[in-house]
């Protein structure tokens, strides 16, 4: 089976539950957006939201998210970062390693990099995003034997943040032969950076992982099937996750439909990054198109149903009793 290297910011998450979108508008962060905040942003934050509505933390990141979800599902994966030399560090070094993801975690003396995701009551998250270590990795950092003996190199669609880490990073693995899959991440980010974005998709990506709002702002086309085609004349396979409503899949001539599937939605953080999780151990075992998004949907469809982007072996198993079932 085909081992995924993924690379992207090594963030630890703190989840808090909101009532409402006032504190949203007074804080200036577009509801359902990721914005990018410093360390100063960080403290004023918390002191707003988790003393009045409490907070719980986890690994994140939406690669490292999806590289846990890809491990559970019985694929070999690693994950390419920076942390700082600090407790936050080593938590997040810790739970990769208890998902059994292989962890190639450069180090550097500026804080670990922290996720504030604050849930409204309709599971909409929010993100405010201080990159912190993170945001250090660059260019001089992406050495070719570090993706050695991996097939999918699996792209964070935030690193657009950081251009010149980006660009070495997927040129590295072209280089080498790899199978090359980025999800686009957040849909103002896209938006900020679409050129570069789709000069990549013309020559250099293979997969592409995208919601509604994203392939809109990538492609400038509303319909999202045809923004879907689009992607699709420019990849091997193309995916536009749309909610509630499914997802599409294009491969070449070949486009399926995956329904939607029922859930009680408590909290959407992380859908997207185990959506692509089940898609992708699909993929590499080989199983047809529309198998590999029902996997991806099942994934996704359990983890709106819990608090965070992380679930307990109890509902892996159902996972697993689910997509042995398709």
């Known amino acids: 089976m085909k081992k995924i290297l993924g690379i ?50 986890a690994s994140g990141g939406s690669t490292a998210n999806t590289m846990c979800g890809l491990s559970r599902l019985g694929v070999e994966t690693g994950f390419l970062s920076k942390i700082g030399k600090d407790e936050v560090g080593e938590f997040f070094k810790k739970q990769m390693i208890d998902c059994n993801v292989k962890p190639q975690l450069l180090t550097t003396d500026t804080p670990s990099g922290r996720v504030i995701a604050m849930v409204t009551p309709d599971g909409e998250r929010t993100f405010a995003t201080c990159l912190g270590a993170a945001i250090e990795m660059g260019p001089d950092d992406i050495h070719p034997d570090l993706l050695d003996g991996w097939d999918i190199f699996y792209v964070e669609g935030y690193l657009v943040a950081n251009p010149p880490l980006l660009e070495k990073a997927i040129d590295t693995a072209h280089a080498k032969g790899m199978t090359i899959a980025m999800d686009m991440a957040s849909y103002n980010e896209v938006a900020k950076h679409r050129d570069l974005l789709l000069r990549l998709l013309e020559d250099r990506l293979d997969i592409v992982f995208a919601n509604e709002q994203e392939a809109q702002a990538l492609t400038g086309l509303e319909d999202p099937e045809a923004a879907l085609h689009y992607i699709a004349e420019r990849c091997q396979i193309a995916v536009v996750k749309v ?41 590499v075992k080989g199983e047809p198109l529309q198998k590999c998004g029902m996997m991806g949907a099942i994934v996704a469809k359990n983890i709106i149903e819990v608090m965070g982007a992380k679930m307990d072996d109890e509902r892996w198993d159902n996972i697993h009793k689910d997509i042995a079932e398709l």
């Open 8 to 57: 992207g910011s090594a963030l630890v998450d703190i989840l808090t539950q909101i009532p409402n979108d006032q504190i949203l508008n007074e804080l200036n962060l577009p509801k359902g957006s990721m914005t990018y905040v410093n360390a100063d942003d960080v403290v004023k934050i918390g002191e707003k939201v988790f003393q009045q509505f409490g907070s719980q933390r």
């Open 243 to 283: 909610g509630a409503k499914g997802a599409y899949i294009q491969r070449g001539n070949e486009v399926v439909t995956i329904p939607p599937m029922k859930a009680n939605v408590i909290d959407t953080t992380g859908a997207g990054d185990v959506w692509a999780s089940g898609f992708l151990a699909g993929l």
